[in-house]
């Protein structure tokens, strides 16, 4: 028994390639893009609240309770920013039906990723690489084995 896949399949690209999306679908999906922002932001905000707590009180247990959460926040916020930066913009953002409107949607989709992706290209150019500097010239200067030259 032949199946004939190869049509079919190339019968879905085509259609794939003239896609026009369900309106509540594109609604759905930037929905849900706008639910994930506001919950890191949330997120972040109360990382700033324990952190005021835990520097206005001096108490030990709620330092390490927003050491603990700043992590916690930190990575999320990087991981997610990592996701962003590396996947294709979604079909939602293109997926209106007027021209203006993918200018619109696909401005606004690209202010958020490039900020964030502009942040982690920091981070990773820049503070990382000094970070390294600092724990490379403390382990040489404080090191038993010693290393740099005063």
Known sequence: ?????GNKKNK???NS??????????????????????IIRHEIIARDKA?????ANGNAADMANYNKL????????????RDLCDAPIPQWVDGSLSKDHIA???HAYDVIRN???ASLNVFDSDLMPSARILVDFAEGVHSPKGGISH
Do not use: W
């Open 17 to 38: 390639a003239n896609l026009v999306l369900n309106p509540e679908f594109i609604i759905k999906e930037s929905k849900a893009f706008l639910e994930k922002l506001q």
């Open 115 to 117: 900020k964030i992706c």
């Open 70 to 81: 700043a992590h916690a926040v930190s990575t999320k916020c990087i991981d997610y920013g």
């Open 51 to 55: 952190y005021a707590k835990a520097k």
């Open 1 to 5: 028994m032949v199946l004939k896949l």
């Open 104 to 106: 619109i949607t696909r």
């Open 12 to 14: 879905e690209k085509k």
